[in-house]
């Protein structure tokens, strides 16, 4: 695969949700463990869903791109909603893009060989 915006889109993307599900998962267990934090859990789970939204639609374009099957598109989209897995996924997915386009990429002949 030769490269594309939409690649780096969706590696932004992937580690931006990823962190922030992190911090949310972090101000849930200060909200509900320790009573605290409640205002800006609210926020936090908001910044997440927006960057999800994003998420969604970029992981999507790209699937179709890459002519992902059906299970392997369910899984990378949920992966913005299990901690940790968008980084598994992310890793994942540039690795495959990578070699796809090492692969697709016709060895160089120097010129007059």
């Excluded at 267990?29 to 869903?49: E, P, R, S």
């Excluded at 598109?73 to 540039?94: D, K, M, N, Q, W």
């Amino acid at each position: 695969m030769k490269p594309t915006p939409l690649l780096a889109w969706y590696r932004a993307l992937a580690i931006a949700t990823g962190c922030a599900l992190l911090i949310f998962c972090g101000f849930m267990i200060a909200k509900y463990g320790f009573d605290t934090a409640k205002d800006v859990t609210m926020y936090v789970a908001m910044l997440h869903g927006y960057l999800y939204i994003g998420y969604f639609v970029v992981t999507f374009l790209l699937g179709q791109k890459l002519r992902w099957p059906l299970g392997r598109l369910v899984f990378t989209l949920a992966a913005g909603c299990i901690p940790f897995a968008s980084f598994l996924a992310e890793r994942r997915v540039v690795r495959e893009a990578a070699a796809a386009g090492a692969a697709a990429a016709p060895a160089e002949q120097p010129v007059g060989a």
